[in-house]
């Protein structure tokens, strides 16, 4: 190798490093931010949604009359996402501050948990056609809490499944028994995560360095999913490989069987 590859190769190291300690120093940050910074950050992820929206509605009040009916089709569906983001993202920073200051209230109630993970894969199928989810449902389990909680719980890991898999559309979600314990997975081959973050991605306020900013966030979604699985005496961990996917995992207790049967040894 000649000297000055070499020298371009030590380069492109240094720069890489650059890079990755730069993204690490912002995380780091984010992890203690303060309210004026969390702010500025939050006002920025608000506003994406909201001048695209604004933008729908620009066309649609130039739009021809004989334009209208179709042009109201389209841009109405397309502003539906852009505020089911924003409500999103209202929803994890009001969840956040009550996390916070210890007023996360749950209800306790009987959840059937197969037909709940049902009842969400059917919309989210509905809302994201282009992906394919397998589902199997095997666990029978009735458990005990907040059905609306554990509802934010299995949308924030189907949504994260679909944001960071933007190449590969097959998602796996599963059910199951393991040891008497509920057992719920979602699995997608998306861009996966290194080794080494795997262990703060359930902080508040963490990400992944994103350098090209292809994925809008504010790093609050599995903070609340570990604390209300938590609140529920489960865990949450996760299982993954950057550029071959990820699957997260949570458990519950289960309170009662649907039909009793032989535990299952899939999981
Ligand atoms: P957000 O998606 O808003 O950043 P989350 O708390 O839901 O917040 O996720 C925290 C971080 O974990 C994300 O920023 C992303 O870096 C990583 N992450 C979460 N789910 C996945 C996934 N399925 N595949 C790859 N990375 C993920």
């Given amino acids: 190798m000649t000297t000055s590859i070499k020298l371009a190769e030590k380069y492109r190291r240094l720069t890489q490093i650059h890079k990755e300690l730069k993204a690490e120093i912002e995380n780091r940050k984010r992890a203690d931010l303060t309210k004026d910074e969390l702010i500025t950050i939050a006002g920025h992820e608000l506003k994406t949604p909201l001048t695209i929206i604004k933008g729908y509605l620009h066309l649609l009040e130039n739009s021809s009359s004989e334009m209208l009916l179709e042009n109201t089709r389209k841009y109405l569906a397309r502003t539906l996402v852009q505020v089911g983001k924003l409500e999103l993202l209202v929803t994890d920073l009001l969840d956040t501050s009550k996390i916070e200051s210890g007023h996360l209230n749950m209800v306790c109630e009987l959840v059937d948990f197969d037909e709940l993970v049902e009842t969400i894969v059917e919309t989210i199928r509905q809302i994201h056609p282009l992906y394919t989810i397998a589902l199997t449902l095997g666990s029978d389990a009735i458990v005990q809490g907040d059905r609306i909680r554990l509802e934010q719980v299995i949308i924030n890991y189907l949504t994260n499944a679909i944001k960071y898999s933007p190449d590969s559309f097959k998602i796996g979600v599963s059910t199951g028994l393991s040891e008497g314990i509920l057992l719920f997975k979602v699995t997608d081959s998306g861009i996966g995560i ?66 009793s049967k032989p535990e299952r040894a899939s999981f």
Avoid: C, N
Wanted: no cysteine; proline share 6%; charged share 25%.
């Fill in 194 to 259: 290194p080794l080494e973050k795997q262990a703060r991605i359930f902080h508040k306020f963490y990400r992944v360095e994103d350098p090209e900013h292809r994925f809008s966030g504010l790093g609050m979604g599995l903070f609340i999913s570990a604390e209300i699985i938590q609140h529920h005496k489960g865990k949450v961990w996760v299982m993954s490989e950057p550029d071959k996917g990820s699957t997260f995992f949570f458990t519950l207790p289960v309170s009662s069987l649907k039909v």
